[in-house]
């Protein structure tokens, strides 16, 4: 595997494009939109100086990742003799199945097609293809560069050598992959959404405010970030998405959202990305909070 294309350069596309191209494989990084690519690509430079600001890699080293992206706003041209393609798109169950159809059409019969998906079933996915034993899931943390976590998913018709395959290559990237069956929310988003969605319930049933809350989940139970600061930086909008497709996948009330949340992405505060969600980023990145309705 030399040759990886990875569609969408917002905040998981680029970070990704980031890790495999640091990593010595050629990368095209390929979104609809010029204005996301440019931002892409700054955001990426600018993690890499802070590599290098730290030792942690050398100039030469930043150079050399940068030199092997390649940008594309045309999805035919950036696909072309690639050996892997991993979509990072919107968490949009449609807006998947057309990209993998798209990519179905235009990719070569030997290239796999990986998703990027934190809750999306990867069988269904793979419905959208004539290639369902090539299609996989890999589940990124973010921040990418620093996360070490990649959940492997497997759909119902994955086969084992492209299962490998995409094991050998996450390792290769620095990474620790770890193998999860096709269910709704697979590990991480199953146990993590519920735990946000819960701490969402105590901030609208009043038990605590914000910073209260977050605080509990810090100090006593040593999160690096409380669950609502961690809902604001994943997005509030994401949060969501990821909770309606475990709530239709199990229909199980206990994945039903809060009625808060719901109301939250309604009026557009989205957390860090809008400049508001539980806190405030309007001002500066620090957090503050902007819960004067539960006092």
Known sequence: ????????????????????AQNGFKTNLIDISQEALDKGLITIEKNLDRMVAKELISEMDKK?????????T??????????????????NTALKLKIFGELDELCQPTTILATNTSSISITQIAAATKRA???IGMHFMNPVPIMQLVEIIRGYNTSDEV??????LSTRLGKTPTEVNDYPGFVANRILM????????????????????DTVMKLGMAHPMGPLQLADFIG???CLSILNVMYDGFKNPKYAPCPLLVNMVTA?????????????YSESRKAEMVSKQFK
Request: proline share 2%.
């Open 194 to 213: 519920p735990m946000i969605n819960e701490a969402i319930e105590t901030l609208y049933n009043r038990v605590a405010g914000v910073n209260e809350i």
């Open 163 to 168: 299962t490998d395959t995409i094991m050998n």
């Open 1 to 20: 595997m030399k040759n990886i294309a990875v569609i969408g350069a917002g905040t998981m596309g680029n970070g990704i494009a980031h890790v495999i």
């Open 133 to 135: 034993d090539k299609v």
């Open 64 to 72: 050399s990742a940068l030199g092997n992206i390649t940008p594309y």
């Open 268 to 280: 557009g505060k989205l957390g860090v990305k809008s400049g508001e969600g539980f806190y405030d």
């Open 74 to 91: 045309n999805l035919a041209d950036g696909i072309k003799k690639v050996d892997l393609v991993i979509e990072a798109a919107t968490e």
């Open 236 to 238: 509030l909008d994401v």
